[in-house]
């Protein structure tokens, strides 16, 4: 068994102004650098192996904090990026913004869960009887939580969006 904390990188200024940020570098806005304060310290008090993140900065910076209050490997992996969307990045978000259908250019939810899938494959092995954490992106958690609550892929949209700062529980058997 593992438990899982799966954490959203706090606010950016880019999420307030309603810009996709996909998988380009997001800056934390003040409500984000205090609210990943206050998550910090609310996650405190747990007994963690390990932390991984996204390398993407605002998912970066979150974990950093998260880290301050554990002597514990924070590793940036890759595959917890947030999903490519390709021109979208750096505009705001079209008002259609639809993820189950997406521009050919663009990460659809299948790539996202191979590579998630390859991700949990690999930790489960190095995990067991132990609590991580895991920082990423919010369309990102979206497809973790399939995978981590068998609901379809089909069904990804229908998942709500975590909010910044938010975390949430899974546990691994």
């Known amino acids: 068994m593992i438990e899982l904390i799966v954490v959203r990188h706090g606010e950016t200024i880019e999420n307030t102004l309603g810009i996709c ?25 747990h007994q963690i192996y390990k932390i991984y993140s996204s390398p993407l900065k ?57 590579r998630l899938l390859s991700f949990l494959e690999e930790i489960t092995e190095q995990h067991i009887d132990q609590t991580i954490v895991i920082v990423s992106h919010g369309l990102t958690i979206k497809v973790l939580t399939t995978i981590l609550e068998k609901i379809p892929i089909t069904k990804v949209a ?16």
């Not at 380009?24 to 206050?38: P, Q, Y």
């Not at 904090?65 to 990026?81: D, P, Q, T």
């Open 158 to 173: 229908e998942v709500k969006l975590m909010k910044n700062s938010g975390y949430k529980y899974f546990i691994m058997d």
């Open 58 to 114: 605002r998912a970066a910076d979150t974990a950093k904090e998260i880290s301050k209050y554990h002597s514990v490997k924070l590793e940036f992996r890759n595959n917890l990026m947030e999903w490519y969307l390709s021109t979208l990045q750096g505009k705001k978000f079209p008002t259609d913004f639809d993820i189950t259908n997406l521009g050919d250019d663009m990460e659809n939810a299948e790539l996202v869960q191979k």
């Open 21 to 45: 940020q996909g998988q380009t570098d997001g800056t934390l806005s003040e409500r984000g650098i205090e609210n990943n304060k206050l998550l910090a310290k609310e996650l405190s008090d």
